[in-house]
């Protein structure tokens, strides 16, 4: 439904910054159906990404389609189709969740019965229905989100894409959201394509991409991503990390790493963890202020495939633009 092929985006130099590859050759499919969720560190190029999808800015080099349709030379045909939620408010807060509804409406067209049965089913996805009245401004971040969130889909988008939808919200309102969305998913067959980095948020999706300084790292279930550091890991904090870590190292020829104030050691199996922290402690009682057995949450997934080191071709490419 979403097709990324060798997507690019450099950033020009200026008088005063290099210039910068935010994307670096992207390729990436997402499947008629499917929830996806695209996750990366600060500075990793989701919101570019996200900005060329949405039409709002023109890649280096590259193709997308959307739909079938090439979103470049039919930005009009991916429009009809695509729904986007912006990260900052695109609703006007001084207005009623009602008029705010209408003046989509009117943008798009609809107008009459039509409009009135768009909107209504719209709002069904919504707790909002008995607020049509209210000033958006007095409502909580939750609702205005699904102010948002109705008005996109007033348009029956085929392909809604999210950026970092639920900033902001308290958990409640967060769960809320994400299970309308989920539902919604469902019921209308809709490709959702979400840019997120709580992990907390990626369990229940279909795919989650990985980026990191514009490439992507990993892609995939999350069952399978999990799958990629074991069943179990044994995750240990320490007076001296990286000390503790040399040691481990050295003495037991342990491949841990160090994140953060944590060693960690990743890739045990069931069963094996227990014995191996008796015997860390055994030695290291001192060293030691806590240890523990965890199953590995995508949250670990992240930290490990975005620890890793980077190949270089993105340097390369910023090398042979800026011909130095
Ligand atoms: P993310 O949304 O994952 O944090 P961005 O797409 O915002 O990442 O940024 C990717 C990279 O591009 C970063 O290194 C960022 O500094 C750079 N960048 C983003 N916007 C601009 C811009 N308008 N001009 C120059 N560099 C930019
Ligand atoms: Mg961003």
């Known amino acids: 439904m979403i097709t990324i092929d060798s997507l690019t985006h450099i950033y020009p130099a200026t008088r005063k910054v290099a210039a910068r590859t935010a994307i670096s050759a992207l390729t990436l499919a997402v499947k008629e159906g499917e929830f996806v969720i695209l996750s990366g560190p600060n500075g990793s190029g989701k919101s570019t990404l996200f900005r060329i999808l949405c039409g709002l800015a023109l890649p280096s080099s590259g193709r997308v ?53 768009r909107r209504d089913e719209a709002l069904s996805w919504t707790d909002l229905a008995d607020r049509l009245d209210q000033q958006v401004a007095t409502l909580s971040g939750g609702l205005a989100r699904q102010v948002e969130l109705a008005k996109v889909l007033m348009t029956n988008p085929k392909v809604l894409l999210l950026d970092e939808p639920t900033t902001g919200l308290d958990p409640v309102s967060r769960r809320n959201f994400l299970d309308a969305l989920h539902r919604l998913q469902k019921a209308r067959g809709m490709t959702v394509l979400m840019t997120s980095h709580v992990f907390a948020e990626a369990d229940d999706v279909d795919r989650v991409a990985i980026m990191r300084e514009g490439q992507l790292l990993a892609y995939d279930s999350p069952q399978a991503l999990k799958a990629l550091i074991g069943t179990e890991m044994v995750v240990i904090q320490a007076k001296d990390t990286e000390g503790l870590a040399a040691r481990l190292r050295a003495d037991m020829g342990l491949a841990v790493r160090c994140i953060g104030d944590e060693v960690r050691l990743e890739e045990t199996e069931n069963g094996d963890s227990l014995p191996l922290l008796e015997k860390i402690l055994d030695r290291y009682r001192p060293d030691v202020l806590s240890i523990s057995i965890k199953q590995p949450g995508l949250d670990d997934v992240f930290v490990h495939v975005t620890s890793r080191a980077v190949p270089d071709h993105a340097l390369a490419i910023d090398l042979k633009r800026t011909g130095t």
Do not use: C, W
């Open 65 to 117: 389609t959307v739909a079938g349709f090439d979103l470049f030379a039919q930005p009009a045909k991916v429009r009809e189709v695509m729904g986007v939620v912006f990260q900052s408010p695109a609703v006007d807060k001084h207005l009623s969740v009602a008029e705010n509804l209408a003046i989509h409406g009117d943008l798009y067209g609809l107008s009459g019965p039509e409009f009135r049965a």
